[in-house]
């Protein structure tokens, strides 16, 4: 009957930056956990190419995480997700539930 969401607000920069460690950056994973969820990976990996990359040398986030909380707001919890978030941010191809 419980569904965890974990996210963090930021990624992290592929090159190090001067204190030889990763800076915040643009994409980052979203981890779903519980008896409703299927396993595995859903949405695109962000592209590593240089072309694909932001102006700041970062990857580019290929999922919306309010596609991911209104999964969890229609399916998990029968929530009207359209009424809380304003829009329609619901994505079959981000379906994970059961």
Same mark, same amino acid.
């Given at each position: 009957?419980?569904?965890? $969401? /974990? ?7 592929? =090159? *190090? ?8 950056? /643009? %994409?980052? &994973? @979203?981890?779903?956990?519980g008896e409703r969820i299927r396993g595995?990976?859903?949405? =695109?990996? &962000?592209?590593?190419?240089?072309? *694909? ?6 990857p580019v986030a290929t999922s919306d ?5 209104? /999964? ?6 029968? %929530?009207?997700? @359209?009424? $809380? ?6 994505? &079959? %191809?981000?379906?994970? /539930?059961?």
């Open positions: 009957r419980v569904v965890i $969401l /974990t996210f963090t607000e930021c990624g992290r920069t592929l =090159e *190090a930056k001067g204190s030889r460690g990763t800076d915040h950056g /643009t %994409a980052y &994973p @979203v981890f779903a956990i595995g990976l859903f949405g =695109e990996h &962000p592209s590593l190419r240089a072309s *694909a990359l932001d102006r700041y040398g970062d995480f309010r596609c991911v909380y209104a /999964t969890l707001l229609r399916r998990v919890l029968g %929530a009207d997700d @359209v009424a $809380l978030l304003g829009a329609d941010f619901f994505d &079959p %191809a981000l379906d994970f /539930t059961l």
